[in-house]
Nanobody
């Protein structure tokens, strides 16, 4: 059974950094695309960063140059390094996994069937 468990959220001031982790279990033996999403109350869950089984990454314009996604395959951990945080980055962050299905639309919520429970990030001005 696949499980995703996020950690690393917290409160920081504008300009600060946070590193999120997502422990993956039950994903060995299959190819998955992995991603981080963010949800703000009253808004759609938006894709921020994705990584393919081959290491290709994609980022939403809002976080490009500030966030970095990486995947430690040996330890089955997905990371999101977040620098230059802004109040607009406040939200609940979710990691997600979806069966590999190509290089397109990897930030689309519809590609992902497996989700963690989320971790809260608060950025104060």
């Amino acid at each position: 059974q696949v499980q995703l468990v996020e950690s690393g959220g917290g409160s920081v001031q504008t300009g600060g950094s946070l590193a999120l982790s997502c422990a993956l279990s039950g994903v060995s033996g299959r190819l998955y695309t992995l991603a981080w999403f963010r949800q703000v109350p009253g808004q759609e869950r938006e894709g921020l960063a994705s990584i393919t089984p081959y290491g290709n990454t994609d980022y939403a314009d809002a976080v490009k140059g500030r966030f970095t996604i990486s995947h430690d395959k040996a330890d089955s951990i997905l990371y999101l390094q977040m620098n230059g945080l802004e109040p607009e980055d406040t939200g609940i962050y979710y990691c997600a996994a979806g069966p590999w299905s190509g290089y397109y639309n990897t930030l689309s919520r519809g590609r992902y069937a497996l989700w963690g429970r989320g971790t809260q990030v608060i950025v104060s001005s």
